[in-house]
């Protein structure tokens, strides 16, 4: 039996969910995929297809990105974008691409980061639908007030610790 390792809270008034909706993702990698949350990538794709169809998918890592998490991106098909220094400018580059691109539906930013709700707002200026997903501790309120769902992601125990009691 597969466990459900996210939470998704759809806002305000109800939405027809459509599968042909095409999904442009981004990725935060130090914000997101740290040791300490064990979050997988094919959670995070298994919660956007409830909303539709990842098309673009990018995963923004700094140059201390191990080798392993960077095979693990390419390996679940998506595109890990190399970044010397602080990831948040490209973030921000890439998704401001997916926002004025046409043959996106919904942009999915995948931040605990409050710093991207400028992303957000013009993405729904533009007429984007907006999915943020983020994780627990420091998940950006204003960033989950601001769009139209938000994916809760629960931090998963580590194999080793999963036998460990408290």
Do not use: C, H, W
Not at 20 to 37: A, M, Q, Y
Not at 38 to 45: A, V
Not at 96 to 124: H, Q, T
Request: hydrophobic share 45%; charged share 30%; net charge negative.
């Amino acid at each position: 039996m597969k466990e459900k390792f996210f939470s998704m809270l759809r806002k305000k008034e109800e939405r027809e969910e459509s599968p042909s909706k095409l999904v442009g993702l981004i990725i935060d990698g130090p914000n997101i995929l740290r040791k300490e949350f064990n979050i997988k990538l094919e959670d995070i794709l298994s919660a956007l297809r409830r909303i539709g169809n990842v098309r673009v998918a990018k995963v923004i890592l700094n140059q201390y990105a191990p080798q392993g998490l960077i095979e693990a991106v390419v390996n679940q098909g998506l595109e890990p974008v190399i970044v010397a220094g602080d990831t948040d400018v490209r973030v921000a580059i890439e998704a401001m691409e997916m926002v004025y691109n046409s043959d996106v539906d919904v942009i999915a930013l995948a931040s605990r980061d409050a710093d991207f709700l400028p992303i957000i707002i013009e993405a729904k200026r533009r007429g984007k639908e907006t999915v943020v997903i983020g994780v627990e501790p420091g998940f950006s309120v204003a960033l989950q007030n601001a769009a139209d769902y938000v994916i809760k992601m629960e931090p998963q125990q580590k194999p080793e610790e999963e036998g460990k009691e408290d």
